[in-house]
Every structure is written in structure tokens, then in C-alpha cells.
């Protein structure tokens, strides 16, 4: 996440000959609160804010003290490549309103602000929401109902991933369809209702997770971010993009790790020499959560109407010389594949 190239941060910044009346002045001119003092290499040594001043002044540092004599040397930082949802999360808990970004090199180069980091900006890549599978686990559910529109907290599955897609900056989202396609065109239409542009590509035959994709009838410029439509999941699609983008990947694969506890002891055999024992051992490994970023590239690799699903893709894509990666997962997350699952999701939303 790169904030702070909308607002003069360069204004902030001021080097070892200010006195407190050239701070004032500086802080009153950038208008945000804080100076960060650097020296000839452009190094951060410190930020100054207007509690910093005000606290001089009443200690009666006169106005010709040096501005280093009061500065904080030892700020918060974070790096360019920290996530929207880390900044955050770091700002509002240590109650920040300003976080210098640094570069490895001790050097300054942006600055988030608590008002930015809350405001997301408008991403223009396409979310694509996987609708058209039967729900057959779901039956008698989804006997007149498609799956992703089951409801929790008194909303379609479909509607909780549009939302929060929609609050990370997302407007474009293209639904594939199969079963039941008229429910969720009702339900959504153009999605001007829900503050989006909904497009909508509807499978004759099912076509699997990566098959359906051969349909989009525009190829998007743009990486795009694809999503099972039964899932919920606290993941932001902007952190997923911003990682597949700095490993330099042509598909990313979300993974969550799963753990099974194998109820029973387990004897190690070489033949019929017992070598050991393993007393109920638990299995750690990382499973497909469903969520993926796909260069706009991937989908020259499909065939029209051709079944295949997003496994065999990454096996083409990694086939052709690109790099596929996982994005390892460790937000809330929940597969509601079975009546159980949904009636767990609408537990845990009630109970906050």
C-alpha cells in the first residue's frame, strides 16, 4: 500500500536547522500535524508534532530553541510494503493519527494518515464471484434457492463478499452463473443498488472454478481477484492484490492451514519391525481457501467452454515458466459448504 502520493508529505519534512518558531511555521504550511526531520541523506532522525511544540513552550524553551531538542528520535515506522489492514491496525492501537513510512534505508519516502488509511481508494480491478455451482450438500436449502444466496445475518453469502469488497475500494464484479441464475440477477441487478457495477456471465454447462473465466467476453487490463461464492472470509482483496504484486506473481492461491488431530496412537513400521511410536499426532496442511489473484495473461490459457478447474490452471501457468505463490492466510475464514456450516456462520455473527 503506497499512501500519501495524494497529499504534499514532502511538505512534512525539514532537516537539523530548524528552530521552534521555523516549526511552527513548517507545521502551519504542511497542515498535517507533524514535521519529520531528516539529515543530508534524506535518513528519518525524527518527528515533531504540535504536541512536541506546545509541550516546549510551556516548559519555556524560547522560540530560538533548536527543533532536534525537542523532537521524538524514536517514532513509529512502518515500510513501504506493510498492509493497509497493518497500518491500520497499528494506528489504532496506538492511537496515531500520523505513521512515517521508511525504507530500509532509514530513508523517508510517504506517510500515512489516519484519515487516508480509513478512506480505501478506488481499485479498478474486477472481482470475480463463483455462483454457479448446485449446492447439492446444501439440499433441501438450495433446492429454489442457488447457494451463494443462503443467508447469514439476514444476507445472501453473495451480498457479505460484495460489501466487503465494496468497503476496500472494489466497484467492478462480474458473477458467473449456472443454476438458478435468475435469483441472483433479481437480487442484484446492475448493482447500482449496492454501490457497484455488476456484470454477469452465465455457464450453459458447468465449467468448473477456472473454466467459467473462458466466458468473460473483455479481457481486463488489470489483475483480477477471484472468489468461491460460499465462502466468508474477513480477508481484504487489497492486501491479496498488493502481495501478488510485489512477488511478482501470474497467480496467487489464498491457503489456509488446516490442522487434523489423528484421534489415535500411531505405530512407525519398517515391515513388520515396529520403529517407533507418535502418540496421537496432529497433521498440519494448507488448503485452498477459495480466493485467488489471476493475471489478466491466465486466461489466455483457456480454452472457450471448456471445463477445467483453478488447480490445473496454476499447473498451466506454472508449466509456462510464470510464478504461482500462495497467500498465507490467517483472517477469519469459513467454507459454509453443508447445513451445519451455514448454521455455525449464523451462530458466530450473532454472537459477534
Given amino acids: ?57 510551556l516548559r519555556g524553551n524560547p522560540l530560538t530553541t533548536p527543533a532536534r531538542d525537542v523532537m521524538h528520535t524514536t517514532p513509529m515506522v512502518v515500510s513501504p510494503e506493510m498492509s493497509r489492514s497493518t497500518v491500520w491496525s497499528l494506528m489504532q492501537i496506538n492511537k496515531l493519527r500520523q505513521l512515517p513510512i521508511v525504507a530500509a534505508d532509514g530513508r523517508v519516502v510517504g506517510l500515512h494518515l489516519w484519515d487516508q488509511v480509513l478512506t480505501a481508494p478506488t481499485r479498478d480491478n474486477t472481482v470475480i464471484l463463483m455462483a454457479g455451482g448446485f449446492g447439492k450438500r446444501m439440499m433441501p436449502y438450495t433446492e429454489n434457492v442457488p447457494k451463494p444466496m443462503l443467508e447469514v445475518a439476514g444476507k445472501p453469502l453473495l451480498q457479505h463478499a460484495i460489501e466487503r469488497a465494496r468497503a476496500d475500494g472494489f466497484h467492478r464484479f462480474l458473477i458467473t452463473l449456472h443454476y438458478l441464475p435468475q435469483v441472483i440477477r433479481s437480487h442484484f441487478g446492475d ?61 496467487t492461491m489464498a491457503v489456509r492451514e488446516h490442522e487434523y488431530h489423528n484421534p489415535f496412537g500411531v505405530v512407525q513400521t519398517q515391515g513388520v519391525d515396529i520403529t517407533g511410536f507418535e502418540e496421537k499426532p496432529i497433521w498440519r496442511t494448507k488448503i485452498n481457501a477459495g480466493l485467488y489473484v489471476l493475471g489478466p495473461e491466465a486466461l489466455d490459457l483457456l480454452p472457450p467452454n471448456t471445463h477445467c478447474n483453478m488447480p490445473t490452471l496454476f499447473d498451466q501457468i506454472r508449466a509456462n515458466g510464470a510464478r504461482t505463490i500462495v497467500y498465507p492466510m490467517h483472517e477469519t475464514w469459513m467454507d ?6 451455514l448454521l455455525n456462520a449464523n451462530r458466530a455473527h450473532e454472537s459477534g
Avoid at 483480477?224 to 510485489?246: C, K, P, W, Y
Avoid at 459454509?336 to 456450516?341: K, T, W, Y
Fill in 336 to 341: 459454509v459448504g453443508n447445513p451445519q456450516d
Fill in 1 to 57: 500500500m503506497k499512501t500519501g502520493q495524494d497529499i504534499d508529505w514532502q511538505a512534512t519534512i525539514v532537516d537539523t536547522t530548524l528552530d521552534l518558531h521555523g516549526a511552527i511555521v513548517a507545521l502551519d504550511r504542511g497542515a498535517l500535524q507533524i514535521l519529520m526531520m531528516v539529515d543530508a541523506d534524506h535518513r528519518l532522525l525524527g518527528t515533531i508534532t504540535d504536541g512536541d511544540i506546545r509541550r516546549a513552550l
Fill in 191 to 251: 448493482g447500482s443498488a449496492f454501490g457497484v457495477d455488476i456484470d454477469y456471465v452465465e455457464e450453459t454447462t458447468p465449467l468448473g472454478t477456472a473454466g467459467a473465466l473462458s466466458l468473460i467476453p473483455n479481457r481486463p487490463d488489470l489483475p483480477m481477484i477471484i472468489a468461491n461464492g460460499d465462502i466468508l472470509t474477513d480477508v481484504r482483496f487489497s492486501d491479496m492484490l498488493e502481495f501478488h504484486r510485489q512477488h511478482g506473481a501470474a497467480a
